[in-house]
């Protein structure tokens, strides 16, 4: 059975960074789509940023620039590393998978409903 652990998120004050990480069991060595999400109170989950197989990402809008996805196949750990934080950041964070899927590239794979497994999520609060 395949399962995500998110791990990293926490407090910090605007303009400064953290680094999620996604450590994921139950698949083998295979490589499937995989992506970072995020829920604000009120707000539908939103996607954050995807990578695929072949390690092509994709990035909202919202965070181009200041996150970057990337992922260890040696230990199948995803990370998000996420600079110059801002407080419309603060969210809960989740990772998630689709394992019928090892391609993912362009602004559809942002969409949670392509996605089928995930993680607990992590929370992360930027302050001003």
């Known amino acids: 059975q395949v399962q995500l652990v998110e791990s990293g998120g926490g407090s910090v004050q605007s303009g400064g960074s953290l680094r999620l990480s996604c450590a994921a069991s139950?698949?083998?060595?295979?490589?499937?789509?995989m992506g970072w999400f995020r829920q604000a109170p009120g707000k539908e989950r939103e996607g954050v940023a995807s990578?695929?197989?072949?390690?092509?990402?994709e990035y909202a809008d919202s965070v181009k620039g200041r996150f970057t996805i990337f992922q260890d196949n040696a230990t199948s750990t995803l990370y998000l590393q996420m600079n110059s934080l801002k407080p419309e950041d603060t969210a809960m964070y989740y990772c998630?998978?689709?394992?019928?899927?090892?391609?993912?590239?362009?602004?559809?794979?942002?969409?949670?409903?392509?996605?089928?497994?995930w993680g607990q999520g992590t929370q992360v609060i930027v302050s001003s």
């Open positions: 990578i695929d197989a072949w390690s092509r990402k």
């Open positions: 139950g698949y083998g060595s295979s490589r499937y789509c």
């Open positions: 998630a998978a689709e394992l019928t899927r090892s391609y993912c590239i362009g602004p559809w794979s942002l969409a949670p409903d392509v996605y089928k497994t």
